[in-house]
């Protein structure tokens, strides 16, 4: 948690509650994220942006390796 707290105060969110950061910020990061991540996924599949779909892929991942890590 101490990556949030960087950024909330890298940002000046002190004030903000989490929905107030959601309606500030959200299309800057949805953008973001197409910018910097349009070439992991197929992105013909996705409609609109790929904020969701990558919400979906990266906590998806982030079980596998915590629950069911690969064995080697």
């Known amino acids: 948690m101490d ?3 960087q950024i909330r ?7 903000m ?7 500030h910020y959200g299309n800057d990061v949805a953008l973001a994220c197409d910018l910097n991540f349009a070439d992991l ?3 013909q599949s996705v409609e609109g942006n790929l904020y969701t ?3 979906r892929t990266i906590y ?3 079980a596998t ?4 890590p690969p064995k080697f």
């Open 53 to 55: 779909q990558l919400s």
């Open 9 to 15: 105060d890298l940002l000046d969110t002190k004030f």
């Open 41 to 43: 996924i197929d992105y």
């Open 3 to 5: 990556s949030i707290t």
């Open 65 to 68: 390796h915590w629950y069911a």
């Open 17 to 23: 509650d989490n929905r107030e950061i959601n309606r």
């Open 60 to 62: 998806a991942r982030i």
